[in-house]
C-alpha cells in the first residue's frame, strides 16, 4: 500500500522543480484554471451533462458556498513532522480517505473512459466505484484495476431480476463494497442538457453494463421479438442529429457494425434502458431484498435527512453517504456538508459516513473530515483531469488533492486523519 504521509512537500517539490525549468503543470492545479482548462476541452453535450446542475444551479452553489461556513482554526507548536493519511474503512485500510467517485459516461471526457481511471486509481492505491451507468463493462475495468480495491455502485432499476444480476457480477468481479444511489429514481430537472436535447443514454453512451448483461439482453431480445422497437421514430423525419444518433447506437451495441446497423436490437436496447431505469417506487422495505441477495456492506448514497440517516441505521446498512449528487437533482436542496454536519451528529459513530458534493479542494476535505466524514469521494475534479491528459490528468488531480490535504493538516498541527474533529473548525453557520 501506497503511503500518502508528508507527500505534500514532495508533489509541491516537483511542480516547482520543473517550473524552474519552463515547465508548468500540463493539469492546472488552481481549480478554477482546471475546470476552464476543461471546458475548452470538452464538448457542449459533455460539459454540460458533466458540469451542469438542477434548476439554476443553486443547490451546486450551496454547496461550494457551505464549506466557507466552517473556517479552518490551525493550532501552533505540535509535532507534525511524520503524518499518515491512512484510514480504516469496511475492513480495509486505504492509504487516503478518498475514493474516485462513481461517474457515468465517462467516454464524453476521454475515449479510454474507465479504463484510464482504473490506471488512475491504481498508480495511486485508492479505490476505484465503477458506475452502473460506465462506457466499459466492469469485467473489463476490473482486469484494468487489477489487484487494486474497487466498489460497485447500483442504479436500483424497476426490475429486480436486472438489478440482482448486476450486484451479482459485481460481487464476481471482486466489489469490496456496494453504493447503492438513492437520489436518482429519475432524472432531475437539468436545464442545461434540456436546453441542448441531450441525453447520452438515448444515444446508447453509458450502459455498456446493461449491454452485457444477461437478464437485460434477454429483455431487449423480447422487446424486438414483439416488433415495439422503434415505433417512436416511425413518422419522424430523418435528420443529421437523428443519422449521428442512430450510428451511436449502432456502435456500441455489441457485435459488427453492419450486422447492427440491420438490426431491431440496438435500438431496442436503448429504449428498454429508458423503460427500465427509473424506479421511483423504491421504499425502505426494499432493502431487504438487496440484503438478501448480497453480503457485500451496502452504502447508502444520497441521504441528506438526519431520520433518513437514523432509519438507515435501524434497517441495518453498513454505511452512509451524505451526498446531494452535486447538486445535479434537486434545485435549491440542503448543502451537502450542512448535512454531514446535522447527520454526524445524530449518528454519532455508529457507521461510517462517506462524504461527496461541493469538494473542490484537500482543505475541503479537511473540513469535511473534521464534521464527521470517515472518508470523501471525488468526481468532477479528477474528471476534469482526464478530460485534459487521461489517465494522468485524473491521477495528477488526484494526488494534488492527497497533497494539499496532508499539508493543510501539518499546517492545522493536526498529524493523523483520526485527529480531526469539530474542535479544529469555528462553527459559524449562519
Not at 413518422?235 to 443519422?243: D, E, H, K, M, S
Request: with cysteine; charged share 20%.
Amino acid at each position: 500500500m501506497r503511503d500518502f504521509g508528508n507527500i505534500g512537500r514532495a508533489v509541491q517539490g516537483a511542480i516547482y522543480s520543473a517550473g524552474a525549468y519552463g515547465r508548468r503543470p500540463k493539469v492546472p492545479v488552481e481549480p478554477s484554471a482546471l475546470y476552464a482548462a476543461a471546458h475548452r476541452r470538452m464538448s457542449p453535450q459533455a460539459w454540460s451533462y458533466v458540469a451542469g446542475s438542477a434548476g439554476m444551479q443553486r443547490t451546486d452553489e450551496a454547496n461550494q458556498q457551505a464549506f466557507q461556513r466552517y473556517p479552518i482554526v490551525p493550532r501552533m507548536l505540535r509535532d507534525v513532522s511524520e503524518r499518515s493519511l491512512a484510514v480504516q474503512l469496511f475492513g480495509y485500510t486505504l492509504p487516503a480517505p478518498l475514493l474516485f467517485a462513481p461517474i457515468g459516461v465517462l467516454e464524453m471526457a476521454h475515449p479510454d473512459a474507465e479504463l484510464a481511471v482504473a490506471r488512475a486509481a491504481s498508480a495511486l492505491g485508492l479505490p476505484m466505484v465503477l458506475s452502473t451507468q460506465g462506457s466499459v463493462p466492469m469485467e473489463r475495468t476490473v482486469a484494468e484495476l487489477g489487484a487494486n480495491p474497487m466498489w460497485y455502485q447500483l442504479y436500483w432499476s424497476n426490475n429486480n431480476e436486472l438489478a440482482e444480476s448486476l450486484v451479482r457480477r459485481a460481487e464476481t468481479a471482486g466489489a469490496q463494497a456496494l453504493v447503492v444511489t438513492l437520489d436518482t429514481h429519475l432524472l432531475g430537472w437539468r436545464t442545461r442538457d434540456l436546453d441542448l436535447g441531450y441525453l447520452p443514454f438515448a444515444r446508447a453512451e453509458g450502459i455498456a453494463q446493461y449491454l452485457t448483461d444477461p437478464v437485460f439482453t434477454d429483455l431487449v431480445r423480447r422487446r424486438a421479438a414483439s416488433g415495439v422497437a422503434g415505433e417512436a421514430a416511425v413518422n419522424q423525419r430523418p435528420t443529421l442529429a437523428a443519422v449521428r444518433t442512430l450510428m451511436s447506437i449502432t456502435r456500441h451495441y455489441p457485435g459488427r457494425f453492419l450486422d447492427n446497423l440491420r438490426s431491431p436490437l440496438p435500438r431496442a436496447a436503448v429504449e428498454t434502458f429508458l423503460d427500465v431505469f427509473p424506479c421511483p417506487a423504491l421504499t425502505w422495505d426494499d432493502l431487504d431484498f438487496l440484503r438478501g441477495i448480497t453480503s457485500l456492506p451496502i452504502v447508502l448514497k444520497g441521504i441528506q435527512s438526519v431520520d433518513d440517516a437514523r432509519e438507515a441505521i435501524d434497517r441495518g446498512v453498513d454505511g452512509i453517504q451524505v451526498s446531494n449528487h452535486g447538486g445535479r437533482q434537486v434545485d435549491g436542496a440542503i448543502a451537502s456538508l450542512d448535512a454531514l454536519a446535522e447527520i454526524s451528529a445524530a449518528v454519532g459513530g455508529r457507521v461510517p459516513l462517506l462524504f461527496d458534493s461541493g469538494i473542490r479542494s484537500g482543505a475541503d476535505i479537511v473540513k469535511a473530515l473534521a464534521l464527521g466524514a470517515s472518508a470523501v469521494m471525488i468526481g468532477r475534479p479528477w474528471l476534469y483531469g482526464l478530460a485534459l491528459d487521461g489517465a494522468a490528468g485524473a491521477e495528477a488531480v488526484m494526488e494534488r488533492l492527497i497533497a494539499e490535504l496532508d499539508l493543510t493538516m501539518a499546517l492545522s498541527g493536526v498529524a493523523s486523519v483520526g485527529e480531526l474533529s469539530r474542535d479544529n473548525l469555528r462553527l459559524s453557520v449562519g
